[in-house]
């Protein structure tokens, strides 16, 4: 099992950049994928990128390739989503989601709010 805190959200002007952050806790970290998703009012949770547990191999969403950048360091237990030209259309509540051997996301984080101004 695993326990995820996300942080690093905030308010930033369009085209500016916010990095976000999430510690797991608890074992085999290195056994799950990552993945961040965000849910905007009156939406539903969308996906946004992930980061493989087998080979680091990332995916992203069509609406943020070439801007977000998703790394992790298995050291250290984090995953980190670089996310530069932000765009209004970015703000949500975003939240880190841990799938085992890459199966379900079945732990996810508290989420950190995200808000792009115009």
């Known amino acids: 099992q695993v326990r995820l805190v996300e942080s690093g959200g905030g308010l930033v002007q369009a085209g500016g950049s916010l990095r976000l952050s999430c510690a797991a806790s608890g074992r085999a970290f290195s056994s799950y994928t990552m993945g961040w998703f965000r849910q905007a009012p009156g939406k539903e949770r969308e996906f946004v990128a992930e980061i493989a547990h087998s080979n680091g191999r990332t995916s992203y969403a069509d609406s943020v390739k070439g801007r977000f950048t998703l790394s992790r360091d298995n050291a250290k237990n984090t995953v980190s989503l670089q996310m530069n030209n932000l765009k209004p259309d970015d703000t949500g509540v975003y939240y880190c989601?841990?799938?085992?051997?890459?199966?379900?996301?079945?732990?996810w984080g508290q989420g950190t709010q995200v808000t792009v101004s115009s």
């Open positions: 989601g841990g799938a085992l051997f890459g199966a379900r996301y079945g732990y």
